[in-house]
């Protein structure tokens, strides 16, 4: 009788060689804590090397978690005065308007608080019950651009300011309504329709020949962040607009608060000579 006893290698097995071994689910045996000492004693030269940590998956997390389940870390509290430390340079505000200054510019003057502007917006203010006085928000908006030409950065803290909400919310107005202008249009401000009846009845041509007759370049457009391009002297201005309501005498144009029908390519020059001396 041979007396040696034979003990098997340990060989590698891979993951589908022991689900068919195992009958049903995979069982892998929890891994055991170990300490310093014991390290010691099976790294070959006595030193412990950690292996760096790089990435690890899912998976592997929840095989290393004694209950199967993943625990992400708390976040941890922090402070109003760290928000503001961490906050970048620029705005909200800054980021998502684009630079106001344009040619046109010199037609309009600069956002100022007047005594007139503080009491137009106490009249359109008045007009709300006290609780509800965030709805004069369009009402301010359009006497500022009104008067200013489009609708500033500083004009957008002025009303937040007068109605007693976040900056953020007159944004998402002016932002919303491609009527509110962020930038100094023209001293005519043209707005050309461009749904079907007015885009069947030649509203490209008519945007192309105003632009051919005014040299303004509409290449940098951005239908919905910089709609508006101006000519280089300043005195033109277009952008393309949604139905203005008025299918029936398409092409239709807005040419600034004037409505104006049934302006096909060929009236271009007509229409706006009749502004000259406006
Ligand atoms: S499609 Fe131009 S006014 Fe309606």
């Given at each position: 009788m041979n007396s040696r006893l034979s003990v098997p290698q340990p060989r590698k097995i891979d993951r589908d060689q022991l689900s068919y071994l195992s009958d049903s689910s995979?069982?892998?045996?929890?891994?055991?804590?170990?300490?310093?000492?014991?390290?010691?004693?099976?790294?070959?030269?006595?030193?412990?090397?950690?292996?760096l940590i790089t990435s690890i998956d899912r998976g592997l997390v929840r095989y290393h978690s004694s209950d199967g389940i993943i625990r992400v870390p708390k976040a941890q509290n922090i402070s109003r005065d760290d928000v503001k430390r961490l906050r970048p340079k620029l705005t909200v505000l800054e980021k998502n308007i684009a630079s106001p200054v344009?040619?046109?510019?010199?037609?309009?003057?600069?956002?100022?608080?007047?005594?007139e502007l503080e009491n137009k917006a106490a009249s359109r203010i008045g007009q709300y019950p006290s609780e509800e006085s965030r709805s004069a928000v369009l009402p301010l908006l359009h006497e500022v651009q009104h008067k200013f030409g489009f609708i500033s950065l500083e004009s957008i803290d002025w009303v937040a300011k007068r109605l007693n909400i976040e900056p953020i919310k007159?944004?998402?107005?002016?932002?919303?309504?491609?009527?509110?202008?962020?930038?100094?249009?023209?001293?005519?401000?043209?707005?050309v329709c461009r749904t079907l009846?007015?885009?069947?009845?030649?509203?490209?041509?008519?945007?192309?020949?105003l632009c051919a007759i005014t040299?303004?370049?509409?290449?940098?457009?951005?239908?919905?962040?910089?709609?508006?391009?101006?000519?280089?002297?300043?005195?033109?201005?277009?952008?393309?607009?949604?139905?203005?309501?008025?299918?029936?005498?398409?092409?239709?144009?807005?040419v600034n608060d004037d409505f104006h029908e049934g302006i096909t390519a060929d009236k271009a020059a007509d229409l706006l000579e009749s502004y000259e001396n406006a």
């Open positions: 995979i069982v892998i045996p929890l891994p055991k804590s170990v300490d310093r000492a014991q390290l010691v004693f099976l790294s070959g030269n006595g030193n412990i090397n950690p292996p344009t040619p046109g510019s010199r037609f309009f003057p600069p956002f100022e608080i007047t005594q007159v944004v998402e107005v002016v932002t919303f309504y491609p009527g509110f202008r962020q930038k100094a249009p023209g001293r005519l401000h043209v707005r009846s007015c885009a069947m009845g030649g509203s490209h041509n008519l945007m192309d020949k040299g303004i370049d509409r290449a940098e457009a951005d239908g919905h962040k910089d709609p508006i391009s101006v000519s280089p002297c300043g005195n033109f201005s277009v952008e393309y607009a949604e139905c203005l309501a008025s299918c029936g005498t398409a092409p239709v144009c807005l």
